[in-house]
């Protein structure tokens, strides 16, 4: 079969011709294929790859043309000299399109580990922005609060502020002007180590300071809160400052502070003991001065320390009733106790106590009035009380007693039929015994006077002259001797006497010895002796009266020479008014002189006086 | 290295110099060499493109071009073989096949499926153009996708 050559040739350059035109179209798409997405590996391999093929497509297309124009022209030697190497290039076209066929793995290998990194990082970005999104969204909540807030960079310049914080730190020139937060807010901390710039620069993660600001006489006070303020890295940018308003919180606290003082001062000034003690444990938060004082411990010593610790209830059973009152009223008013004090004394007082919160804390609030003295005072009064009840009493009986006996004599008197009667050394005896009687009513009467005399401030009146002292003490050791003769008496003076004579009054220094003999008498038993002893001293004299008697407790030595006191005062005692012994001291003193008291109980008493030898 | 090791080697440069031809010294490259390159290269073409085909089946791609792709490189392939058959055939078509009319072919004489192959084999532009058509739609398309 013969078939013709031309359409060979015909293919041959119109598919040529054909090739070169696609190649080229195609080299252009794969172009713009890859200016689309530079950054796309497969697109820059599927570039390369279109590339290599148009490469091998152009090279060939025009190969081929070139050969059919030359055969047609009958130029086949020229061919057969280019031939070689259009065929070369061909090959050489091949291989680089093998290379890229079988790199095809790599790339796409390449290709999807750096989509897939891509994509991660996509996801990253996406993460980051909502991160930063988030950040804005509080950063702008954090900017938008009522507090002042503000931004400030590394440098000390202001880089955001709230309206809140201008309102109270208005800006400072042009608005746009970078201002330093020194300017803007000036304060002690500024350009020191208390800066919280400085601090937060520092490592610090929080810097909390108080601030304040003056608005005309108005102070207001704000809480000032610094933190770190980072990027996403944590690379420190500057800091976020939040001032909170804490002027109500300031003004409570401050007059919280003046009513501590206030309640410190009262606390304090009372001049009766205070304590302050927990309710639970009971505990002593705090004492007063006077506590201090009236106890003798110290307030160190006190703290924390419960009052049974210190020893200060002395009578334990009465600190449950108290407990329990207060436990169920709340408070309590003048609850009598004792209480010891550091001497180890024993002193009564008034406790009012009352419930109070110091700190969220129940505690006690106690104030102790001391009634020590008062209560002594009521019993000296109850004593007094007693003392002239009873003085009534023996005063009435001391006077009736007489008087009965002159009452009784003076109706013989008055009836002188009865009266004839009687001897004449009868009516003489009647007669001696009303004017005995009649003479120990005065006596007592003038001790009476005395008394009153010296409770109303006067002093006791002396009549001062000479006497001789040795004579006096015989003449009353005699008249004793004779009125008792039941008693022995025995007067003891020197042997030699240098200056017997004493300026004294008389009648009070006899008024002196008659009340200590008859005292002697009276508490001396019939037939013991009583011993007047008299002795010169260097510018007196010393007169002694000595007994056998019942003698004293030293209790009874202590009060001897108070006014009404009597040793015994029932109803079978001495008789008397208890006014003798008292009259003596003043009398005594009167002449300044001296008077004590020696007694042992059953071993009798000495009662010793030193008179000067001049009263004046 | 001691004395007698360098005169061993001293001797036998002696001796290789002085047998020395120019056939041992210089390769000549005949005709037959070329077509052997490019033939070599046309296989490796295929290769090439098959394994892009095989990677290319083996992943499914969703997207748009990518059969076009594909068909372009099953076309390669068969160009290939088409050119790879026709460059065979054509050193040892005999030349009394061809008919010469003024110097130049103008009939081919068919006498057998050999020389039936052999002429389409030079027809394969029909295989090349409509390869690179699909080419150029899969770039276009691509391109669209962006």
């Given at each position: 079969m013969i078939v013709p050559w031309r359409p060979v040739v015909f293919c041959d350059i119109g598919g040529s011709v054909l090739m070169l035109l696609l190649s080229c179209w195609c080299a252009h798409l794969a172009w713009q294929l890859t200016r689309s997405r530079p950054d796309n590996i497969f697109r820059n391999y599927i570039f390369l790859f279109t590339l290599a093929i148009v490469f091998f497509s152009i090279s060939r297309s025009f190969g081929h043309l070139v050969k059919q124009i030359l055969l047609l022209n009958d130029m086949p030697l020229i061919w057969q000299e280019i031939a070689p190497f259009s065929g070369a290039l061909n090959s050489t076209a091949f291989v680089v399109i093998f290379a890229f066929g079988i790199s095809f793995q790599r790339f796409q290998k390449v290709h999807n580990e750096i989509e897939n990194y891509k994509n991660n990082l996509e996801e990253m970005i996406e993460e980051r922005t909502d991160e930063l999104e988030k950040s804005r969204n509080t950063l702008e909540n954090i900017l938008n609060n009522s507090n002042p807030t503000n931004i400030t960079d590394l440098n000390f310049n202001m880089i955001r502020a709230n309206d809140a914080y201008y309102q109270i730190w208005p800006r400072t020139g042009v608005e746009d002007d970078v201002v330093r937060c020194y300017d803007s807010r000036p304060g002690v901390h500024c350009h020191t180590d208390s800066c919280p710039l400085v601090q937060i620069i520092g490592g610090r993660e929080v810097v909390t300071q108080e601030v304040s600001k003056q608005f005309g006489e108005e102070t207001r006070h704000f809480i000032l809160t610094a933190r770190p303020f980072r990027d996403i890295d944590g690379k420190l940018l500057g800091m976020v400052e939040t001032l909170q308003d804490i002027t109500l919180r300031k003004q409570a606290e401050i007059a919280l502070v003046e009513s501590e003082s206030r309640f410190r001062k009262i606390f304090e000034s009372n001049p009766d003991p205070v304590i302050l003690a927990r309710m639970k444990e009971g505990t002593i938060l705090d004492v007063n001065r006077s506590f201090e004082t009236v106890t003798g411990l110290s307030r160190q010593e006190a703290i924390d320390q419960r009052p049974e610790d210190l020893g200060l209830?002395?009578?334990?059973?009465?600190q449950e009733p108290f407990r329990q009152t207060l436990k169920s009223r709340g408070e309590i008013s003048n609850y009598e106790a004792n209480f010891r004090v550091g001497s180890g004394e024993v002193r009564t007082g008034l406790v009012s106590a009352s419930v109070l919160r110091v700190s969220k804390e129940p505690c006690i609030l106690l104030v102790i009035r001391d009634i020590t003295t008062e209560k002594a005072a009521e019993r000296t009064l109850i004593e007094m009380d007693r003392m002239k009840s009873e003085f009534i009493s023996t005063a009435a009986h001391e006077l009736s007693t007489p008087l009965s006996t002159m009452m009784g004599y003076t109706e013989f008197l008055r009836n002188p039929e009865e009266f004839d009667s009687f001897s004449d050394e009868q009516k003489l005896d009647f007669i001696n015994e009303i004017y005995e009687n009649g003479e120990s009513l005065s006596r007592i009467i003038s001790d009476l006077l005395d008394i009153s005399r010296i409770e109303s401030g006067n002093p006791i009146p002396l009549v001062l002259q000479r006497c001789n002292l040795p004579t006096l003490l015989g003449k009353k050791i005699r008249a004793f001797t004779t009125h008792n003769p039941e008693h022995r008496f025995r007067l003891e003076l020197p042997e030699t006497i240098e200056n017997p004579s004493i300026q004294i009054d008389r009648q009070r220094f006899n008024q002196v010895l008659e009340n200590l003999l008859s005292n002697a008498v009276k508490y001396s038993a019939a037939g013991t002796e009583i011993v007047l002893h008299g002795r010169e001293l260097d510018n007196g004299w010393e007169i002694r009266v000595e007994d056998q008697g019942v003698g004293m407790n030293d209790e009874q030595i202590a009060h001897v020479f108070d006014k009404f006191y009597r040793a015994d005062a029932s109803n079978t005692a001495v008789s008397g008014l208890g006014l003798g012994m008292s009259v003596v001291k003043q009398a005594v003193e009167a002449h300044h002189g001296t008077i004590r008291v020696e007694s042992a109980e059953g071993k009798g008493t000495t009662v010793i006086v030193t008179l000067p030898y001049t009263a004046e | 290295m001691n004395r007698s090791a360098l005169n061993r080697i001293f001797l036998l440069f002696i001796f290789f110099s002085s047998v020395a031809s120019p056939t041992w010294a210089v390769q000549a490259h005949g005709g037959a060499e070329g077509l052997v390159s490019h033939q070599i290269g046309h296989i490796l073409f295929t290769i090439g493109m098959a394994y892009l085909l095989l990677r290319l089946r083996t992943i499914r791609f969703q997207k748009k071009g990518w059969f076009e792709f594909k068909l372009f490189l099953v076309l390669l392939i068969a160009w290939n073989i088409m050119t790879f058959t026709g460059h065979w055939m054509n050193e040892i078509v005999p030349a009394e096949k061809f008919v010469k009319s003024q110097n130049h072919t103008a009939t081919f004489r068919i006498d057998n499926l050999f020389d039936g192959i052999y002429y389409a084999t030079r027809l394969d532009h029909l295989i090349l153009v409509p390869s690179f058509l699909f080419l150029l739609v899969a770039l276009k398309k691509w391109r669209r996708e962006v």
């Open positions: 209830w002395a009578d334990l059973e009465s | -």
